[in-house]
Structure formats: C-alpha cells, structure tokens
C-alpha cells in the first residue's frame, strides 16, 4: 500500500515524502480514506501507531480543499482536543510539518503557560486549534475562541482524557460545537465509559481497530527479576555496558523518579525527571534536552509520559511495574515504534509478582525472564512477599466472611450494597 492510493493531495503528499513516510502504517490506512469520504470514526490505536497522521493528514487535506484562499476569515475551523500540554504541543507540530504546503494556519493552547501570547495568536485569526480541556475553556469563557463553526472535532487519547478526569470538561467544550460537524475519536482501550461518550457525540462511525491492548510484535520484552535494593545498579549496569544511547525508565511515583534520576547522575548517567509537579518550562526543557540527545536517560511517570513522540527509542525501562496493568502496554508502546524495532525491560522485585501476573493476563503472553548474576531476588525479599501475599488472601477471606455473615440468608440486609464492594475492589492508584 502507498499514500498516493489513499485519495490525498500533491501538497500533502509531498509532506509526508518529506517526512521519509514509505508507506502508510495500519491505522492510516484505514482511517484516511474514511476521514476524506466524510465519516465520523472511532479507532482504537496507541501511541506509536502514527494515529496523528491518521488524522491530520485527511483533515488538512480536506480543509484545504473546501476553502483553499480563505483571505481574512478568522473562525476556526478545526478543534483538536488532547489530554497532555506535550501531546497538545506534538500534535500541534505535526499539524505544521504535515501542512506546510498549505494555508492552513494553527496554533495551540494549554494551561501552565502565559495566556496572552495564545490570546494574540488566536486573535491574527487561525483554521486549526489544538488544545488541552482546561486552558481551552478558560478562553472560551473570555470570549477568545469561538468554536461555533467548528467543521472537525477530533478527541485524542480519549481514554487518557477520562482517566485524568476531563469527562465534564469535555462535556461542555461538545455544548460549544455546532451540530453538523466530523468527529473523529482515538482510544487505546475501550471501556464502558469511552463507549458511552463516543455513543453521545460521533454518528454512525466507522470503527478502526489496529492491535487493541496487544502488545506490538515489533517490541522485545523481558523481565529481570532481581532484588529491590539492587534495582538502581541492575539498571546502571544495563545502560553501561549496553551502551544503551537512550532510554525511557518509568517509574511509579514522582518522588521515585526524582530519586532515580539523582541517582543515576552520581552514577555519572546524565538524567532528567519528567512528572507532574515539574514545572512546564522544566518539562519542556527535559524533553528539548533527551530529543536532542543531550541527556541519555529520561526517567517519567505514567501521567508526565503520555503521548510523548520520541523518535525510534530503542529501549524502554519499567524500573516499578505500573500499578494498572494497561499502563504497560503504554509505557512499552514507547520503543518499536512505526516500524523500528525496541526492547522493554521489567525490572521486577518480589513484591511485584503479582502486577506481572496482572500484565501477562492482559498481554496474554508470559514474558521472558532472564536472572542476571549477582542481583537475584533476595530470598528474604521472596519469603516477605509470599507472607504478604498469604495475609492479602487472608484478609480478602475473612472480609467476605464479615460481608456474609453466618444467618444462612443469602439477601440478608447486613450484605454491603454492590457499589460499595466494586468500589474497593476497583480502587487504581494514580501518581503522575
Ligand atoms: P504517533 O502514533 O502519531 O505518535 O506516531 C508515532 C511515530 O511514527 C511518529 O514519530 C511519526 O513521525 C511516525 N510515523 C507516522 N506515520 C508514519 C509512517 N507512515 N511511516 C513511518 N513513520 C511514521
């Protein structure tokens, strides 16, 4: 399959030769054409998949087409909504590099930042926004956007979007849209909740579905089970003696990821954090310093590290297995991408067994383990993890003895009501 056979322009095609692109990746493929024919569609692809060109491409193909001089018009013509500032901040760069044999002006928006600079960018009059829910709002409401004539709406990461609570934002930004428009949503998972959103606001799509929650065949995984405390040397030695240029390690908590990256440094590895509570100059100046390939580790949070565009990564740390076993599939989207091939590497402990089992389950596979001498498992560490293990159980069974009491009645009224028990049972832990 070419791009030429996908029905897009010469001046969009000569972008995507510029890019290097030979041949369209699967989402592409399939939701180009569709997006050009006019359908709303709904695809399941990750990060990594090349989903933004899935739908940039059509998009500006098709705008440009529609007005191609649009003088001093100034409504906007396109929202692009997104859950993360970097995501929002790729997104945007994508549209650029893709459109820049057009006219297509754009520009986008997120919070952390001054406001005014984006207040006089909007004002000069632009055809495509790309945008995070809050700062979007905030504009709206101050009477600087007007997405009354909105031709596309695109919702990007759905499923990180609900995760981080935009569900009301997102809510409201739709009450600003006008009835006839495309929409396009991109999720990498599907629960009940994206279902019910992409239900309320896409008509009659197209579905697109590319390697949902399966991990890319194109990534190598391994599991080094080793003991917690000599995790930060396995992983120094890893990119020693690898001689790994670059690499992605997540971990579990900010404070974590802060340790790790001073750690790394006194081992004379140059490391950068990127989570939450970094500030977005500090953010943006992390990810400016590992693209450029000035700092060889970066060391991220599941919430920092979504969405970020990181050019043929060829390794991928899990220096803490993610609480969410979906994270996995995130966090290892990051190395293989768009044809190259990578390797993700678990660095699990004992007391981890349990999420690895949780991952395997999901992925479907068992991951490879490979020991490596001189950082086994510590035998205490796997004795204290298998009490755990036994007490968690234990307390599990004596708390449904407690729930059903011995009366015999299978509806008695002591029996705590369904809500509460999903509740506990469901209760994720989130630390970006
Ligand atoms: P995305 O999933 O949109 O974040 O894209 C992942 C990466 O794939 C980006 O670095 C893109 O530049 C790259 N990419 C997108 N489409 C293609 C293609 N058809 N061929 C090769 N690389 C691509």
Do not use: C
């Amino acid at each position: 399959m070419s791009f030429e056979k996908l029905g897009l322009s010469a001046e969009i095609l000569r972008a995507v030769a510029d890019q290097g692109y030979t041949s369209p990746t699967p989402v592409q493929a399939q939701s180009i054409p569709n997006i050009l024919e006019g359908h709303d569609v709904l695809a399941g692809a990750q990060t990594g998949t090349g989903k933004t060109a899935g739908f940039t491409l059509p998009m500006l193909n098709i705008m440009q087409k529609k007005h191609p001089e649009r003088g001093h018009k100034k409504n906007i013509r396109a929202l692009v909504l997104t859950p993360t500032r970097e995501l929002a901040a790729q997104v945007a760069e994508s549209v650029v590099t893709y459109g820049k044999y057009t006219s297509i002006r754009s520009t986008v928006v997120f919070g952390g930042v001054g406001i005014n600079p984006q207040i006089q960018k909007l004002r000069r009059g632009i055809d495509i926004l790309v945008a995070t829910p809050g700062r979007l709002l905030d504009l709206a409401n101050q009477g600087e956007v007007d997405l009354s004539q909105i031709e596309f709406f695109v919702l990007d990461e759905a499923d990180r979007m609900l995760d981080m609570g935009f569900i009301h934002d997102i809510r409201r930004v739709l009450k600003l849209l006008p009835q006839k428009r495309q929409n396009l949503l991109f999720s990498a998972t599907f629960s009940e909740e994206i279902k019910k959103l992409a239900q309320g606001f896409l008509k009659s799509p197209t579905y697109v579905e590319v390697a949902r929650n399966e991990t890319s065949h194109q990534v190598t995984q391994v599991v080094h089970p080793v003991s917690k405390a000599k995790k930060r040397a396995l992983l120094s030695k890893l990119i020693s003696e690898g001689e790994w240029q670059q690499v992605l390690v997540f971990t579990k908590t900010k404070h974590g990821a802060n340790r790790l990256t001073k750690q790394l440094e006194s081992d004379g590895i140059g490391a950068a954090a990127i989570h939450g509570n970094k500030s977005q100059t500090a953010r943006t100046k992390a990810l400016a310093g590992f693209k450029a390939g000035n700092i060889r580790v970066l060391v991220a949070t599941d919430i920092a590290a979504r969405g970020l565009d990181i050019d043929q990564l060829p390794h991928v740390v899990n220096y803490e297995l993610p609480n969410v076993s979906e994270d996995y599939v995130h966090r290892i989207g990051r190395t293989g991408r768009a044809g190259n091939t990578g390797e993700a590497i678990s660095l699990v402990s004992a007391d981890e067994d349990k999420l690895l089992h949780g991952i395997e389950r999901l992925i479907k596979k068992a991951i490879r383990k490979v020991a490596i001498a001189g950082f086994e498992p510590d035998p205490e560490d796997i004795k204290v993890a298998q009490k755990e293990a036994q007490a968690q159980k234990q307390r599990r069974s004596s708390h449904q003895r407690r729930r059903r009491p011995n009366t015999g009645n299978a509806n008695s009224a002591n029996r705590k009501p369904k809500q509460n028990r999903s509740r506990a049972s469901g209760n994720r832990s989130r630390n970006g």
